[in-house]
């Protein structure tokens, strides 16, 4: 493995620091303000669009699909250090490009499983960014963590299937641009294999018997720049057969393969958000003075600037060598890396983010700084895609079999 970036990946990294120092950075008030004047708290901020269109004129967008019918034709190994580089704007940078979640990962799924007919009405606006999309997944009833508990139904019925359930947290429903959700339910919720039992069906917003109940909060934030996170019903929702994603049965293979390069996607932007407090962190310690001396002379402050250092350090290696893998050797090749990403980078930016918390004091927990939000959004990511206990537990049986 090659430690340096190639050529076109500097290049684009070059490119992207410009453009968020240029725009993105500046316009985080600017959005903040515009937002707060809108009639609905769910509209987009016309700065947002306006970061899009600089966006998609520098040649930045759709940077993190691999196939360049669709996308930049980027490796995961390129992908990376310009991920890393929008985490440290979670709330703007990945949406300017085209490159937020939930969308980033439906469209994987409809680039890699919709029919013809499927990419055309739905893949082609998601990639020119004028509609948002929503993956419905998570229920309240069940422990989602087992994703064979999923209660929802999708009933065929002649020409149609029908769908009923209730699903939460449902990132991106309450954008009034949300046009699509991708709903995964049973098919067959009785057969001998429970993980043949789920299929994925393409369910538009407006269909009758669809309602988006509510806005879930996240440690009290709506996450407004993402769509929002919603609890979502499904009574009896009717849709044409031909809105099936892949086959009937399919459901959990195909979450298995959006769920991989979601894991490594929120593990690089997490770094970022990562070096957002770090950098808060060294500017507040240089600036402000306790006990007659400035933070930055204090012992406890060097500790918490020197681990943080390290293990981002340690992070970003790791989240390489993962990319590196899905590259080389695939998914399944990697999963162990993933899993181990995906258990570490949320913990180790957590307690990163907490220290610049500390430091701030009240500062740190106000809506003046931008910690308190990446604190409660890297403190979801331990919970989102898979709890750290699901992760452990498998890459400890893999890891058991070596010895048994």
Not at 14 to 24: G, I, P, T, Y
Not at 222 to 243: C, L, Q
Not at 329 to 352: D, F, S, Y
Request: hydrophobic letters at 40%; glycine letters at 8%; a negative charge.
């Amino acid at each position: 493995m090659d430690f340096a970036y190639d050529a076109r990946t500097e290049e684009l990294r070059e490119r992207l620091l410009a453009f968020m120092d240029a725009h993105v950075h500046p316009a985080e008030q600017v959005a903040a303000e515009q937002r707060a004047q809108q009639d609905s708290p769910w509209a987009t901020p016309p700065v947002v669009e306006e970061l899009k269109a600089e966006a998609r004129r520098q040649g930045l967008w759709n940077l993190f699909l691999p196939d360049p019918e669709y996308g930049a034709g980027l490796t995961n190994l390129q992908y990376a250090p310009l991920a890393e580089i929008t985490g440290r704007s979670p709330q703007l940078a990945p949406t300017a490009l085209n490159c937020a979640a939930p969308d980033t990962g439906n469209m994987e799924l409809l680039a890699s499983f919709g029919s013809p007919e499927q990419r055309k009405r739905w893949l082609e606006p998601l990639l020119a960014g004028g509609i948002r999309s929503a993956f419905a997944m998570t229920e309240p009833d069940v422990a989602s963590s087992d994703a064979t508990n999923i209660g929802t139904t999708i009933r065929r019925e002649g020409d149609e299937y029908v769908v009923t359930g209730r699903k939460w947290y449902i990132s991106g429903a309450m954008s009034p641009d949300c046009r699509i959700f991708i709903v995964m339910g049973k098919t067959d919720p009785d057969g001998a294999d429970v993980r043949r039992q789920q299929s994925m069906v393409l369910v538009p917003r407006d269909t009758p018997g669809v309602e988006v109940r509510r806005a879930m909060t996240v440690y009290g934030y709506e996450d407004h720049y993402h769509g929002g996170h919603a609890e979502v019903v499904f009574d009896g929702a009717r849709v044409p057969a031909g809105n099936l994603l892949g086959e009937e049965g399919g459901g959990f293979a195909i979450a298995q393969a959006r769920l991989g390069p979601g894991r490594i996607h929120h593990c690089m932007r997490l770094i970022g958000m990562a070096e957002r407090g770090v950098e808060l962190m060294c500017r507040r310690a240089l600036e402000r003075e306790a006990f007659g001396k400035p933070l930055a002379r204090q012992g406890v402050i060097h500790e918490w600037i020197a681990d943080a250092r390290v293990q981002i350090e340690q992070l970003r290696l790791l989240v390489l060598k993962t990319a590196w893998l899905m590259d080389t050797v695939g998914n399944k090749g990697a999963h162990t890396e993933i899993q181990a990403i995906k258990i570490a980078t949320p913990r180790a930016v957590v307690r990163i983010l907490d220290d610049a918390v500390q430091l701030h004091g009240a500062g740190g927990v106000s809506q003046d700084f931008p910690l308190a939000e990446l604190w409660a959004a890297a403190r979801t990511l331990r919970l989102a895609d898979g709890p750290d206990e699901v992760h452990q537990r498998s890459l400890a049986r893999r890891e058991l079999k070596r010895y048994a």
